[in-house]
Structures are given as structure tokens and as C-alpha cells.
């Protein structure tokens, strides 16, 4: 049961149990002024005790009951709810109206050669109404709690697409700061400046892709996914402009089946993982780095995995600022548990693993 559903029983079972009390506690001051003799009934008055009896001998115990029930069975039991409420509502109805008639024998009211013939007359309407008003009841405030609930459940998946909007805002513009870090937008301005007299149709292919790739940082889905193939074109647009300042420092592999490039992955998040082999390994030694992306899926899950043959690192030193941080609240989000981002060694590899529902 929820925690939502668990604190509306509860205060609706308090509420209820004080009305119960309030009704029982009216009664009973008034049967034992009448018993005492301190006042005599008029017809009207007579009329209203005995409503008064019924409704405390019925109605307190079936709220009771009915609020533990429901708290106790309405997940369990959904479809068999209301028989559970409605047998309970019969008997209470039954058990109610001999009590009451008991009570009126007692003070008086009635006579005992009365009880039975009045018992039976009163049975099927006490049950009649005692089904009608519990029901009508009972069925109202599950209507309101699963509207109250369904409320709570907007609000909160407003409030978590928003955060996903915000992360992916910030992984744009985080790369989109990557891009147009002074370093790397000159040094790839550097190295077009330097094709353009020897390989001019090398240099004009690097500008498309540098534009490509600002574009693509600024403009992506708003749905949160992209297409795999769109997601490959910016690693590899982002790979080739880095050859233009390392060249063969950078030695990369892209096996990725075209049967699953369809499929839909957050923007940038495999580009990310990409530029964390660049910036850590590649730029880091004067051998560069080999840099393998494959991509996979199994079952319903999608896997993409870079591989480098640097040190490696540890996850648990990635704060929620940087790259790999915002990739992995973004996944979170998308994907909940059945997200995850890991890092293991493969031999002398180090496999960075992306995994989510294809």
C-alpha cells in the first residue's frame, strides 16, 4: 500500500471514529435522561431517539470496520472490495437492529412482544439504507483519494520533466561550452587555417562538421531521445575534428550494427563518454589513444560501450557537475532504475558501459 494511501486512511479513520463517538455519546445522555424520567418524549421526540439509536448502533461500527478494511484490502482485493464493504454494511445492519431493539427494550420504548415483529419490519430497510449511504460513501472517497492521487503523480512527473529538461539544458550547453572553449575552437580553427592550402576540401569538411556539431549541441530533441544514427553522426563529426589538432593520436573504431541505429538514446550521452576518452587519455599522452564504440541490444535493452586503453577511473569520484554526472541524473530520470551507466576493465581496456530499455 502507499504511503500516500496509508495517511489518507488514517486521517479519514480519525475523522470518522470522532463522529462515531460524538453520535454515541449524544445517545447515550439521552437515554439515561429518559430512563431517569427527567423529561417525556413527545411523538417527534420519540421518533428522533430511535433514529438516533439506529444511526449510532449502525452507522459508528461500519465506519470503523469499512476504514480498516479499506485500508487493509483495497490494494490486495480491488475487484472484491465492494462485496467486502457491502457484507460488511448487511451485517452491521443486522447486528445494529437488534441492538437497538434491545436498547428500546430497556428503556421502555418497546415491548417484548414487540421485538421480533419490529425487528423484521426494520431489517430490510436498515440494510437498505445502511447499503445505499456506506456505499454511496465508501465509493466517493476512493473517487476523491485516486483524484487527489493522480494530482500528486502530475505534479510530480511535471517536476521531474522539468529536472530532465534542466540536465539536458545543461549537457547542451555544457557541450556547447566544450566546443567553444578557447582552446579547442582555436586550436581547430588553427588546424583548418593550416589545410586550407594543402587540403582545402579536408578544411571545408572540418568547418561543416564543427558547425554540425554546434548545432547539434544547441538544437537537441526536446523529447530527450535522438535517433542512434543522429547520435553517431556528432561522435564521429567530433572524432574528426579532434584528428585535425592530434591526428594519429586518435585512432578510432565505430561497430555499431545499422539494425539498432534506429533506436532512440539521450542526446549526447554516448558523445560524452567520447570526449571523456579524449580529454582524459588521448590529450593526456604523447601516444594518444585507441577509442572503440560498439553498441549492442539484447532483448528489449540497448548497451553502447566506449573502449579506450588508458588507466580507466572510478565513477564514485564523478560529481553531479561534471560531464559523466549530468549524463548519469539524465538517465535517472529517462529511465529510472533500468538506466545505468558502469565502468569496468576488459583486459588492458577500459570499458565505459551505457545501458537503458531499447
Known sequence: MTEARQKHHRYAGHILRAISIA??????????????????????????????????????????????????????????????????????????????????????????????????????????ISLMFGLSISTYETMRFKLQTAALELRTRQVEQERAYKLLAEARLSSLESRIHPHFLFNTLNSIAALIPSDPVRAEDTVGKLASLLRFSLNANESGLVPLRQELKIVRDYLEIEKTRFGARIRYEIDVPESIQDMKVPPLALQCLVENAVKHVAAQRTEGAAIKIAGSKDANRLSLTVFDDGPGFSLDAITPEHGLGNLIGRLELLFGAAGELGVTHEGEKTAVRLGFPA
Open 23 to 128: 453520535f454515541g455519546t449524544a445517545l447515550l445522555i439521552l437515554l439515561l435522561l429518559f430512563s431517569l424520567g427527567k423529561f417525556r418524549l413527545s411523538e417527534s421526540g420519540r421518533e428522533f431517539i430511535v433514529a438516533l439509536t439506529y444511526c449510532t448502533l449502525i452507522a459508528s461500527p461500519s465506519i470503523v470496520i469499512l476504514t480498516r478494511i479499506s485500508y487493509l484490502y483495497t490494494d490486495k482485493f480491488p475487484r472484491l472490495i465492494i462485496l467486502m464493504q457491502a457484507l460488511v454494511l448487511a451485517c452491521n445492519a443486522t447486528v445494529g437492529s437488534l441492538g437497538a431493539g434491545v436498547v428500546f427494550l430497556m428503556i421502555g420504548l418497546d415491548t417484548p412482544a414487540m421485538f421480533w415483529p419490529n425487528f423484521r419490519a426494520v431489517l430490510p430497510f436498515s440494510i437498505v
